[in-house]
């Protein structure tokens, strides 16, 4: 969240609600829906139910995978 605040958007936390994005974030021309992960990938089926979620035009899905040890995420768009 922090690393998205800090590019100026607006976010809430959504983990443990077992929906399909961990955190939502609004700016002021878009909307970024983020999965969150640790140093694997989320599988096939969650990857599809990511890509297959009702979202606006300037909706962006991501996911962010945080190894071990890194102070960055590795970042896919879906």
């Known amino acids: ?6 590019a100026g958007y607006s ?3 959504a983990a443990a609600s077992l929906g ?6 609004i700016g002021s ?12 990938w989320p599988g ?17 899905k991501l996911i962010h995978r945080w190894r071990d040890r890194q102070r ?3 970042v896919r768009e879906l």
């Open 44 to 60: 096939s089926v969650e990857t599809d139910t990511m890509k297959s979620f009702p979202a606006p035009a300037n909706a962006r």
């Open 29 to 40: 021309t878009d909307v970024v829906l983020v999965q969150v992960k640790t140093n694997a």
């Open 20 to 25: 399909a994005w961990d955190i939502v974030g």
């Open 11 to 13: 976010c809430t936390r």
């Open 72 to 74: 960055m995420p590795d």
């Open 1 to 6: 969240m922090r690393l998205l605040e800090s």
